[in-house]
Nanobody, 126 residues
């Protein structure tokens, strides 16, 4: 069973940057498409960004496009979400997700992923 460990969350001010990481315990990490979703209390989980198994393709949500970038380091079994120019509306628990099924592209739906991390809190003050 693949396990995911997220790190990098915290409390920052608007305009600051954070870098989230998601490390996976899986020798076949390079076969997996991955993504970040975020959730605030009372709301559904929201897609943020996705990366293909090779790391060569990414899809970024319109709400964070131009501010967030996603990368996948296969030799290190780690995915990174670089978040710049953070805004109060980015405040959420950020979850990374892995798709262990056959994956050729990027995937943006919750149901596309079968393994989830516990999440890391990101709080942006105004």
């Amino acid at each position: 069973q693949v396990q995911l460990v997220e790190n990098g969350g915290g409390l920052v001010q608007a305009g600051d940057s954070l870098r989230l990481s998601c490390a996976a315990s899986a020798p076949t990490f390079h076969n997996y498409a991955m993504a970040w979703f975020r959730q605030t209390p009372g709301k559904e989980r929201e897609f943020v960004a996705a990366v293909s198994r090779s790391g060569g393709m990414t899809t970024i949500a319109d709400s964070v496009k131009g501010r967030f970038t996603l990368s996948k380091d296969n030799p290190k079994n780690t995915m990174f979400l670089q978040m710049n120019d953070l805004r109060p509306e980015d405040t959420a628990v950020y979850h990374c997700a892995v798709r262990t099924y056959t994956s050729l592209y990027t995937y943006t739906l919750e149901t596309d992923y079968n393994i989830w991390g516990q999440g890391t809190q990101v709080t942006v003050s105004s």
